[in-house]
């Protein structure tokens, strides 16, 4: 496996996807703001779509790919646990789906509380979120075959499949003012025939690995009982970023568009994360569980040191430019039409917070999958739990003071802790030890990101009367500060050897 361009492939399409994503939100702001409306749909597309982060952003592999890893060398066998995982996943989720569809409102309620005093806003709430969750369904099946895939080292698929969403959500808004009030339902309906699209895609590729079917008269041996037990502590430990922005949600739904904030400002920070943590995190489990397996103590290191390495290079620079610009990118691509100057500097102020805990989530993801290789997902789960309650007390304790930005401040402050405990047991269990070439890198990597930080800053006020609210061609100027940004940080890391470009041939 190629660490570099293995990623470099699944982010190509990661990229592309959160690309359509905020081309999709840009237009969601334009027709929706960020009003009653636009809050209803995103808690109805934040249920199902938190569950599609948790299960498709390396949670499913975190449970999946290790054990799958290891019977990969006979077909019979990983053809069975696969099957089986496959027929007790669909009956699951066929279930809860359903439990979930006619409780509906009590659902809705524990989820965003604060609407309970809008009858209307409720009401609409628990319409929007009945269409969108079937949408677990197909989606979580998909993800089933993503780790299939991946298990193969196949990224490239299962990277893609999430365009899909984007693709039909942007194709209904373009029909925003013709459909108006309307537009929220035709949304909902087109996130769950999105998963379907996605399920139907993946399922032409897996099945060159992988043939599904539903045998209801499988047993439940030890394998598919450890699977199970790791499932709930990686749903758990994996998703826990995901976890910490819907307990926000649930807080932030008794501030009036705060939901909404704390949605754009999310939608930013996202693409990094998908990049930085969870691509590292996904590539490197499928190699790093038969490593381990096979006890190869240097392709352990080696891997581990590298993964940590490009994760630190792509989310520090990333962290520093949302610091330095987060008014500025909020106002250039969400800053149109109903999206008043309001909304753009509360939802700044949100992504300025989170962006100090950037890199924080993605060594969450990096971290974890070292510990994933090794079935341990015990470890991880119990420090995440330990991050939420932080991250609930914090954000309970000090919303009524300080409002819904506590909920970034908490997200960040319980995200770092989770990262250090997280780093703390690796070397107090001997699972990870710094090599020199690491160490040096690092020192590097800082010194390239303050360098372009400081460059960055002064494009974006070289650019300043053009990045204003009011100015027409923000967007472009942006993406063209960022683009200068980005080009001066590669040069200044080849120059200083921060980067090195024979690491993209180096195989792990």
Known sequence: MNLI???????????????????????????????PLADTFFVAFRIPNTFRRLFSEGTFNAAFVPSYSSVLNNKRKSQKFANNIFTLLTIALFFLVLVIEIMMPIFVFLIAPGFDGDYQKME????????????????????FFSAILNSHNKFAIASAAPIILNILLIGVLIFGKILNDQLVYYLSYAVTISGILQFIFLYFFVKK????????????????????????????????TQINILVGTIIASFQASAVSYLYYADRIYQINLAIAGIAIGTVILPQLSKHVQSNKKEKINLIQNKALELSLFLSIPASLALLIASEEIISSLFGYGSFNELS??????????????????????????????????????????????????????????????????????????????LFIFLKTKNLFSFNLVFLNSFIKILLASVLMGIFFNYVIHFFNDKLLYEASFKAIYLIGAVVLGLIFYIVIAILIKAFKRSDINLNY
Do not use: M, Q
């Open 5 to 35: 361009k293995s990623t470099g492939t699944f982010s190509f399409f990661t990229i592309i996807s959160r690309l359509l994503g905020y081309l999709r939100d840009i237009l969601i702001a334009v027709f929706l703001g960020a009003g």
């Open 124 to 143: 609409l709430a628990i319409t929007l979120t009945r269409i969108t969750f079937p949408f677990l369904i197909f989606i979580s099946l998909a993800s």
């Open 209 to 240: 690995y992988f043939t599904p079917k539903i045998n209801l008269s499988f047993k439940i041996d030890n394998k598919i009982k450890l699977f199970f037990k790791k499932l709930l502590p990686s749903i758990f430990s994996s998703g826990v």
């Open 344 to 421: 753009v500097i509360n939802s700044a102020k949100a992504l300025f917070y989170f962006a100090i805990g950037l890199p924080a989530f993605s060594l969450i993801k990096v971290f974890s999958a070292f510990f994933f290789a090794r079935h341990n997902t015990k470890v991880p789960f119990y420090i995440s739990l330990t991050s939420v309650l932080l991250n609930v007390f914090i954000s309970v304790v000090f919303f009524k003071e300080i409002g819904f930005i506590i909920i970034p401040i908490a997200t960040t402050i319980s995200s770092w802790c989770n990262a250090i405990l």
